[in-house]
């Protein structure tokens, strides 16, 4: 172990938090050592803010120190939260009790210093209390295994690696890098999310490792997807360096073991395409994420839609056919619904969208559209999709043209008022339509709201008057029929029965 002089500044909160464990530990028989552990350590060593805290014991269970602690707490009038209660290992484990809780703000997690044993599963087959080097070797960085002594206030280095690498800045396992990744290969993408969001160079070990066919096998098949999907929505967060994730995601040819289109019966080992338009398209947003005003709508969705682009323009079958885009969402990764449809819809927004119409109705309508809301993100990733089908590589005269013209297009968006225009309810709604028209409610009437919605575009300063005026001439007009023909066959046919009968029946009383 090496014991650091590196100082760790506390803030007043947790210099309190601090005291108030120290304290408590101490009268404990025996006394309890705690250490704070892992990321936050980590986070206050490069001055950045933390607020999670994971407090190591050398005793088994976190939950049943952190109860005892929080009732001392309460006794001297200090707020925290419930206990909650989460065992390491349901069946072999239920001894390693984990304490979470919420105390001075802070959330914090109580659990016993851990040796792991692993078998054929990412999940330890035997967790047992363990020593600090012993918990220290089994973290997936080394920069994330040093230890905050609450009792010496000094930072402990049991790998004798750790300050080191993040002084030098480089992603090393304590263990080897094969054994780290063999006993959870999910280590491989936090890796990888690590390097991203600190500037780390992985060492060249670890690298080799990464790229093993055997480790990116067992990514594939020992490691949930839910938890793949995880880790890829924290690597994508636009804050964390994304660029940098994706290019090491390439560099270790780990995309197809992330990125994978479910098996199906028809298709039970599914040939993922080439990963180099994943890493292109990445490239590009990053350089059209440089230009206003492009620059204030990045965000997930948009790196998450380029790291799936080498599957845009397939499909998938399976309970029903859907984007293949769809189907890594929603069936592999399993992230959410709101997800989904965020990187759908960039999907299907791409054929509607011009950056080159010009009417105010032309354009409005097509902001207006499910798969091109936000239009800011559709813009954003329109220009990326155009600019990839001529990328070299390089930034180049004809990417800055192409950058120009959507954010003119932008412009003209915004000197027509659009961004509030498509926004505003329609001066006549459909019940509205029908009283005016003698309609009953039916298809014609999302037909002539279609209709209603483009003049308001074209004219933002008409009244509910003007507009039911000039309703009721088109339709007395050449509207009618116009509207009519715009319905599907069907409907028109029921249309022209209900009309042919409504005639007969006026014949007839004629007579």
Not at 264 to 283: I, K, N
Not at 310 to 338: C, Q, Y
Request: with cysteine; aromatic share 6%; proline share 7%.
């Amino acid at each position: 172990m090496i014991l650091s002089e590196h100082s760790i500044k506390l803030n007043p909160t947790e210099a309190q938090f601090v005291a108030l464990l120290d304290d408590f530990a101490g009268r404990q028989d025996p006394p309890v050592e705690c250490r704070i552990a892992g990321g936050w350590v980590r986070d206050k060593l490069l001055d950045l803010p933390s607020s999670d805290l994971d407090v190591a014991l050398n005793i088994p269970s976190g939950w049943a120190f952190a109860t005892e602690f929080v009732d001392y707490l309460h006794a001297k009038g200090v707020h925290t939260g419930s206990v909650g209660r989460v065992a390491a290992n349901p069946e072999q484990s239920k001894h390693l009790e984990t304490g979470t809780t919420t105390i001075l703000g802070l959330d914090c997690d109580f659990v016993g210093l851990r040796s792991e044993s692993y078998a054929d599963s990412r999940i330890p087959h035997l967790v047992e209390l363990g020593t600090p080097l012993d918990d220290a070797l089994r973290r997936d960085l080394t920069i994330n295994s040093l230890f905050y002594n609450v009792h010496t206030h000094l930072v402990e280095d049991h790998t004798r690696l750790g300050l080191e690498d993040l002084s030098a800045r480089i992603a090393r396992t304590p263990l080897p890098p094969r054994q780290t990744f063999f006993d959870d290969p999910l280590r491989v993408l936090r890796c990888v999310r690590f390097a991203a969001r600190f500037g780390l160079e992985i060492e060249e070990g670890v690298a080799e490792a990464a790229r093993d066919p055997e480790i990116q096998a067992a990514v594939k098949t020992k490691v949930s997807r839910e938890r793949i999907g995880i880790e890829i929505s924290k690597m994508l967060s636009p804050s964390k360096d994304p660029l940098r994730a994706l290019t090491l995601i390439d560099q270790l040819h780990l995309h197809s073991s992330i990125f994978t289109i479910p098996p199906t019966p028809a298709c039970p080992v599914p040939v993922s395409p080439p990963r180099e338009d994943s890493l292109r398209s990445a490239q590009i947003l990053s350089h059209v994420s440089q230009h206003k005003p492009f620059s204030e709508w990045i965000d997930s969705h948009l790196w998450l839609a380029a790291a799936l682009e080498p599957f845009r323009g397939s499909t998938w079958k399976g309970k029903r056919e859907m984007h293949a885009v769809s189907a890594v969402i929603s069936e592999d990764l399993k992230l959410s619904n709101e997800v989904n449809d965020a990187v759908t819809h960039l999907v299907d927004m791409l054929p509607i969208l011009n950056p080159l119409a010009t009417g105010r109705s032309e354009i409005g309508v097509v902001l207006q559209h499910p798969s091109v809301r936000p239009w800011q993100r559709s813009v954003v990733w329109g220009a990326v999709t155009e600019i990839l089908g001529q990328w070299n590589g390089e930034w180049n005269d004809e990417a800055d043209k192409i950058v120009t013209k959507w954010a003119e297009f932008v412009t003209r968006i915004e000197q027509l008022g659009l961004p509030d225009a498509i926004n505003r309810p329609l001066l006549l709604d459909g019940k509205e339509i029908g009283s005016l028209l003698e309609l009953r409610p039916g298809p014609i009437v999302g037909v002539i709201r279609a209709a209603v919605n483009a003049w308001q575009l074209d004219h933002p300063d008409a009244t509910v008057d003007q507009c039911a005026a000039w309703l009721k001439g088109r339709w007395e007009g050449e509207g009618r029929a116009e509207w009519e023909a715009a319905l599907p066959p069907v409907q028109m046919k029921g249309k022209q029965s209900k009309a042919k009968q409504k005639d007969a029946k006026a014949e007839k009383r004629k007579r």
